[in-house]
Nanobody, 119 residues
Framework: QVQLVESGGGLVQTGGSLRLSCVAS?????MGWFRQAPGKEREFVAA????????NYGNFVKGRFTISRDVAKNAVYLQMNSLKPEDTAVYFC???????????????WGQGTQVTVSS
């Protein structure tokens, strides 16, 4: 496992933007983001491999979010635009060796960062 440290969450109004950052203590092929809202199941947001050959988003994203990586820094970012109240959740950074839509395939998780979108 690697240590993951997230930053960038906060409170934003509907239609606003936030950029989440996550830095890993070591390199992993796949990095991405999941989220969990109160009373709801954990949900895949986005993930990508080092090469970018596997990059995918949750169906709800609909072009509003962009994931990117800085491989040299072992970092992954999530630019979130056009935020909606339903995007309110704790966002978790994840890392693993294989790209997957399944949370179980990621062995390393960050502590989570709260994103709150007010209406």
């Amino acid at each position: 496992q690697v240590q993951l440290v997230e930053s960038g969450g906060g409170l934003v109004q509907t239609g606003g933007s936030l950029r989440l950052s996550c830095v890993a203590s070591d390199s992993r092929n796949a990095m991405g983001w999941f989220r969990q809202a109160p009373g709801k199941e954990r949900e895949f947001v986005a993930a990508m491999t080092k090469s970018g050959s596997w990059t995918n988003y949750g169906n709800f994203v609909k072009g509003r979010f962009t994931i990117s990586r800085d491989v040299a820094k072992n970092a992954v970012y999530l630019q979130m635009n056009s935020l909606k109240p339903e995007d309110t959740a704790v966002y978790f950074c994840v890392a693993g060796e294989i790209f997957s839509f399944s949370a179980n395939m990621y062995s390393s998780w960050g502590q989570g960062t709260q994103v709150t979108v007010s209406s």
